[in-house]
């Protein structure tokens, strides 16, 4: 049996060697599996040529999907512009008024009346005074959004504010109320300086503060029809504030106006009915009222004005 296994397999290998065909090396590349063999030579060189060009295509067409250095962007669609309010663009032509300007300051960024190069023009009717004031906060702050978020304030603007109030009410305990004024004076011109996009409360609150310590100052210097309306600008902007109906109250007893002074003091117990500076206060008005005439100055008989708020 053994003899004539041996006589087939020799007989096989010499089938194979006449059709060309010898027991080589398999070869394999990638997925594909081919028998070396010398007249396979040139086919297999064009199938191993052919199969690395479709296997280079196809990763290129996957790293093009992928995101290539160019990709194919579709264009972007034109979204419609929409349309006005046809009520309001009527309300809106009905109020349009050519105004005569002219454009010049630092980098033509503010606006003026062309026919006097003026900021306000009373004969012309025109003020640019606000807008000028947000033109030249963005030219002086580049970085700016606009309209930036309102509850960013400006920490340089509120730390200017606020050192030169305190040199203001430090010369005032030195009994220097001229000087104190001029501080004063100053401190509400760099509190007007906030942009209106900032926070009102922040600015209601400053400028209150500082020309309430200025109608005080005033009062002392005996200018107490400036005191008397500084008092009211501070009930105009914080009117549920106590200081505000207090120095109005002072300020109009030196006037002679006693009725109104202790209407002020209502006025002011109306929104802090336990304030004791007002209540004391109100008790000094009243016993006045009953040994006084209608022409009343108190500078001996009431308490001395307290020193500003801090």
Not at 55 to 78: D, E, I, V, W, Y
Not at 281 to 290: P, Q, R, S, V
Request: proline residues 7%.
């Amino acid at each position: 049996m053994e003899v004539e296994k041996e006589n087939q397999e020799t007989q096989n290998r010499h089938e194979k060697n006449q059709m060309g065909i010898a027991d080589q090396p398999i070869t394999h590349f990638g997925t594909l599996v081919l028998t070396r063999n010398a007249a396979f030579e040139h086919v297999l060189h064009k199938l191993v040529l052919t199969w690395l060009n479709l296997k280079f295509n196809n990763n290129k067409g996957c790293l093009h999907n992928r995101g290539s250095p160019h990709p194919t962007q579709r264009p972007p669609q034109m979204m419609p512009a929409p349309q006005p309010d046809p009520v309001m663009q009527a309300r809106i032509d009905a109020d349009f008024r050519p105004v005569d300007l002219v454009v010049g300051g630092p980098g033509h960024a503010f606006v003026f009346c062309n026919k006097h190069k003026v900021e306000k023009c009373d004969e012309c009717n025109l003020d640019f005074t606000g807008l000028n004031r947000i033109s030249k906060i963005l030219v002086t702050n580049p970085n700016l959004r606009c309209p930036p978020p309102p509850n960013v304030v400006q920490q340089k603007l509120s730390q200017a504010i606020t050192n030169t109030k305190d040199e203001g009410n430090n010369l005032y305990k030195l009994k220097k109320r001229k000087e104190a004024l001029s501080k004063y004076n100053l401190a509400a011109n760099i509190a007007l300086q906030r942009p209106p996009w900032e926070n009102s409360a922040v600015l209601r609150d400053e400028l209150s503060t500082i020309i309430s310590n200025r109608s005080t100052t005033l009062f002392e210097l005996g200018d107490y029809l400036g005191a008397l309306a500084d008092a009211e600008t501070v009930i105009a902007v914080r009117r549920n504030w106590s200081k505000g109906h207090f120095r109005k109250a002072k300020a109009l007893v030196e006037l002679g106006q006693l009725e109104e002074a202790i209407e002020s003091i209502s006025l002011g117990l109306q929104f802090e009915p336990n304030n004791t500076e007002l209540n004391g206060y109100m008790t000094e008005l009243h016993k006045l009222a009953e040994t006084s005439g209608s022409a009343v100055s108190t500078s001996e008989n009431t308490a001395p004005d307290a020193p500003p708020p801090e």
